[in-house]
């Protein structure tokens, strides 16, 4: 068996958008050419590598084989990367990034002790705010960067000028319910055994619950309404209904009265890193970028609870 690892790109989207047409806009191809290059990629592998359905495309046991291979050549060339450039440059100056809660947390505030030791010139300063205002301030100049939060299957939007974005973490939905209730099947819980959280609009997971409640032909309202992923697991452990939450929000942290589910088609929440690429951009800013996606690459999502 020979596989060109060139192929494993086109899988690795089409398993991360949920099919040819989204992996296509991703990859900013023809369907056509993303079908073409799976199909290849079926023929040297001599196995079935998606298989289609009325909700997308799920990967085979195959496919789901090749996918975890090309992500892990994915982290090695990131690394690899931030390594070179390390060697080459000692940057310089203070770098402000936009940041929200769970990958702040699980992702940034663990590596900063080893950034400092690494780059003792380079400096991290930390904004948290919501979305929108964390935009303003990159375009304004206010950020260097900001680290912004998605429902993966929503469009990805036209950036201006001069402006990235740079992929760092699909991670998996999770439906989290009270411990008492576990034992109820999956399906059962999110269809209609207990009731929904709601999400203040405009989040990521504001996106993908609407998203999920349509696809089960929920109708039923939600109850309450949050910001903060802390509040939804302090309200589903004391028993007030569940709720869908990013599977970082899970990872070293224990909280004995919820317990997580992973059901079929939920999804997944994309995070990615925005910032202003040319001329003038210090080159503090590019390092700091790097170590952001390396230290990304390395967070294993099965240390999430459960």
């Not at 086109?10 to 099919?19: D, M, P, S, T, V």
């Not at 900013?28 to 592998?45: I, K, N």
């Amino acid at each position: 068996m020979r596989i060109d690892p060139r192929r494993l790109r086109f899988l690795l989207a089409i398993a991360r958008e949920g099919g040819v047409l989204a992996a296509a806009d991703e990859l900013g191809v023809t369907p056509s050419a993303v079908s073409q290059q799976l199909a290849r990629l079926e023929s040297e592998t001599g196995c079935a590598l998606v298989t289609r359905t009325t909700h997308g495309v799920v990967l085979t046991e195959a496919g789901q084989a090749l996918v975890e291979a090309a992500e892990e050549i994915e982290r090695a060339l990131n690394l690899v990367r931030v390594k070179l450039m390390a060697d080459e440059i000692d940057p310089v100056g203070t770098v402000r990034i936009g940041i929200f809660q769970t990958f702040l947390r699980v992702v940034l505030a663990p590596h900063l002790p080893e950034w400092k030791r690494r780059h003792p010139r380079l400096r991290f300063e930390v904004y948290e705010d919501d979305q929108e205002e964390l935009l303003r301030m990159l375009r304004s100049g206010d950020l260097d960067m900001v680290t912004l939060e998605f429902d993966a299957q929503q469009a990805s939007p036209r950036l201006p000028r001069n402006m990235t974005e740079i992929p760092l973490l699909d991670e998996p939905w999770r439906l989290v319910v009270p411990a008492s209730a576990a034992q109820v099947d999956a399906f059962d819980h999110a269809r209609q055994h207990l009731p929904w959280l709601g999400l203040v609009s405009g989040a990521a997971g504001f996106e993908a619950t609407h998203r999920v409640r349509r696809a089960l032909n929920i109708t039923t309202p939600t109850v309450h309404t949050y910001q903060d992923i802390q509040t939804a697991l302090a309200l589903v452990g004391a028993g007030e209904g569940m709720a869908l939450v990013p599977s970082l929000a899970l990872i070293d942290a224990t909280y004995p009265n919820i317990s997580p589910l992973e059901v079929p088609g939920l999804g997944t929440r994309r995070i990615v890193l925005r910032r202003y690429e040319g001329r003038g951009v210090p080159e503090a800013v590019d390092v700091a970028a790097s170590l952001v996606r390396e230290a990304a690459a390395e967070v294993s999502l099965g240390e999430a609870v459960g």
